[in-house]
């Protein structure tokens, strides 16, 4: 199969790889319809240091059962099925409790073996734990949006979960990515009726109006936090859809004393500041990497009925070839979120 | 009157200063019957710059109201009350919302031309706010543990609601100096089964178990996480009532994935650990500096009827000419709270 592989910052090729076969019994091969690039991969898009072995990349797809492990009672060959970003065996206690990103016995595509999805095919550890069966054709119009649950849509919905966002709230979301998108469908979802969006790409805060948005904050900074406040008068629920300090500094300085920000991008930081003053303001921190398996059932059902569009934060689509393209573009910020079809 | 004033490290004296007088029409003067010694006094005590003007000390008092200004309309003569350790309004945004610490008017004892709290008499401002009427007489036996409803209960309290400690939890309690054991009595109090203290001084641990603590981890660092996590698996809850990056890295070892952290102890550092690890493992940062005129009437039955008896942290009782003793005394940790009867 052709598959997407890193080599080093900028270094990504689409190249033969050896077809995925079953490994374990509780293996599923999954052939992808359509896959995607994230924000995250941006990161060794930009960084990563050089390497003779490359690291298969992408950790968002949607596809087909090809075969299934011995052990898999809940697939069948032919099912329509999306991946959450990281595989999980959906039983053992972290699971249980809701957060799969933990799960004891889960991990990331692209690492330890496991393919990555940016490629025709994938090989998915504990199949019946991680993928979850979509009931729509694969020439669906929803595709692009049932894709979306693999990561965006699920982490901006755990932003407005974990932010405790509710009916009536006034919620900031700070970044105009696909994440910060996604997290104002998930706000106004969850009854957010003033939410403001922080961001100054003007296509993308367009869309975020569409989305719900009900105002967008250009300025960044210290003027953006003026400018949020004069709004507002300062917001009880954050969600950082970015992951800088810039991003932070922003979301301490929008919001109110006992106001609870969440983290969904990953931080490009070590260490933050959690002394005297944030602690003298009762700013809760929470949020994290999305455990995203356990709300794609949650949301399907508003994606079938249409009730929510997330697939509307890709804004073009690629053949699996021009996947090194896709990269630069995203990069570029020339294209939001880049769609490929294997 | 008497009362304490701090003129640098080490440098406090017990001195005659001017009577309170009712400065704003919502004053109110209260003649103090009992005041005690925080922890938090310890750390000007240890490291305050030298100065002629002093510092008056305490915020934690109960007396009797002396006089009251035009405005106060709650609250007379005679009336025994006790004062959480900032003055509040009780009417703006953040009061509305329990945010008492956050008060748009509100202040510390002690600064801006306010009495600190260990002294004869306090001018108290917005009085009808901030003083809770307390329906005993002034000679009660529970006075030690109404005292403690000033700060160190309520505080504990604020941990265990913050750290969302509900019926049935494990919880991790760091610190066994009287704010930890009292969060050792408010995380019982809402229902936990299990609760761990992470404390080193025998006679305190042993009231921690008094208190409820089910499990004393005396060892630190490394050692203190590994013998948490052999004993609980890790937790889900744990309030952290020290203020250390020790005690801090001490909650992130012991907390599950997913668990929340609520800081008590006024964060001795500026900065934190909550970068990507953090992020990756949904750990929830919370607590801060307690609203503790939130919780005074809620706890208020419960130490009349005593079901909780938070004054045994005081064990030890010194005039207000002692209070310099009283301060060595809980400096050198011979002394869990210092008790000072004016």
Same mark, same amino acid.
């Given at each position: 199969m052709r598959a997407a592989v890193m080599y080093g910052a900028g270094d990504i090729h689409v190249e033969d790889r050896p077809d995925p076969k079953i490994v374990k019994t509780t293996d599923a091969v999954v052939r992808t319809l359509a896959t995607c690039v994230c924000g995250s991969d941006?990161?060794?898009?930009?960084?990563?240091?050089?390497?003779?072995?490359?690291?298969?990349?992408?950790?968002? +797809?949607?596809?087909?059962?090809?075969?299934?492990g011995a052990d898999v009672t809940g697939l069948k060959t032919g099912d329509l099925v999306v991946a959450p970003f990281t595989y999980s065996d959906n039983t053992c206690d972290y699971c249980a409790k809701g957060l799969h990103i933990s799960c004891r016995n889960g991990g990331r595509y692209g690492f330890d073996g496991v393919d990555g999805g940016q490629g025709e095919a994938v090989r998915v550890p504990h199949a019946d734990g991680t993928l979850v069966k979509l009931p729509v054709a694969a020439d669906s119009a929803l595709l692009p949006s049932l894709l979306a649950l693999s990561d965006v849509m699920t982490t901006g919905h755990h932003g407005a979960v974990t932010a405790g966002v509710s009916h009536g709230d006034a !919620?900031?979301?700070?970044g105009d990515g696909a994440v910060g998108l996604c997290a104002v469908?998930?706000?106004?979802?969850?009854?957010?009726?003033?939410?403001v969006l922080a961001g100054r790409h003007e296509a993308r805060t367009g869309l975020g109006r569409e989305f719900g948005a009900t105002d967008i904050v250009a300025e960044r900074g210290e003027e953006g936090i003026a400018r949020i406040r004069e709004l507002t008068g300062g917001v009880d629920k954050v969600i950082e859809a970015v992951g800088t300090r810039q991003a932070l500094d922003t979301a301490l300085g929008a919001a109110l004393?006992?106001?609870?920000?969440?983290?969904?991008? !990953?931080?490009?930081?070590?260490?933050?500041?959690?002394?005297?003053?944030? +602690?003298m303001r009762n700013i809760t921190l929470t949020g994290g990497a999305s455990p995203a398996r356990a709300y794609i059932e949650q949301l399907l059902p508003d994606v079938l009925d249409?009730?929510?569009?997330?697939?509307?934060v890709f804004d073009r689509t690629f053949t699996l070839g021009q996947t090194p393209v896709a990269y630069r573009a995203m990069a570029d910020r020339q294209v939001l979120k880049a769609l490929i079809r294997p």
């Amino acid at each position: 199969m052709r598959a997407a592989v890193m080599y080093g910052a900028g270094d990504i090729h689409v190249e033969d790889r050896p077809d995925p076969k079953i490994v374990k019994t509780t293996d599923a091969v999954v052939r992808t319809l359509a896959t995607c690039v994230c924000g995250s991969d941006l990161w060794p898009y930009q960084s990563m240091p050089a390497t003779d072995t490359g690291r298969p990349m992408g950790h968002e +797809f949607l596809g087909v059962v090809e075969e299934t492990g011995a052990d898999v009672t809940g697939l069948k060959t032919g099912d329509l099925v999306v991946a959450p970003f990281t595989y999980s065996d959906n039983t053992c206690d972290y699971c249980a409790k809701g957060l799969h990103i933990s799960c004891r016995n889960g991990g990331r595509y692209g690492f330890d073996g496991v393919d990555g999805g940016q490629g025709e095919a994938v090989r998915v550890p504990h199949a019946d734990g991680t993928l979850v069966k979509l009931p729509v054709a694969a020439d669906s119009a929803l595709l692009p949006s049932l894709l979306a649950l693999s990561d965006v849509m699920t982490t901006g919905h755990h932003g407005a979960v974990t932010a405790g966002v509710s009916h009536g709230d006034a !919620v900031l979301v700070i970044g105009d990515g696909a994440v910060g998108l996604c997290a104002v469908i998930a706000a106004k979802r969850l009854g957010a009726e003033r939410i403001v969006l922080a961001g100054r790409h003007e296509a993308r805060t367009g869309l975020g109006r569409e989305f719900g948005a009900t105002d967008i904050v250009a300025e960044r900074g210290e003027e953006g936090i003026a400018r949020i406040r004069e709004l507002t008068g300062g917001v009880d629920k954050v969600i950082e859809a970015v992951g800088t300090r810039q991003a932070l500094d922003t979301a301490l300085g929008a919001a109110l004393d006992g106001g609870t920000i969440s983290r969904l991008g !990953v931080p490009q930081y070590e260490q933050g500041p959690i002394g005297p003053a944030a +602690f003298m303001r009762n700013i809760t921190l929470t949020g994290g990497a999305s455990p995203a398996r356990a709300y794609i059932e949650q949301l399907l059902p508003d994606v079938l009925d249409g009730a929510i569009t997330p697939g509307r934060v890709f804004d073009r689509t690629f053949t699996l070839g021009q996947t090194p393209v896709a990269y630069r573009a995203m990069a570029d910020r020339q294209v939001l979120k880049a769609l490929i079809r294997p």
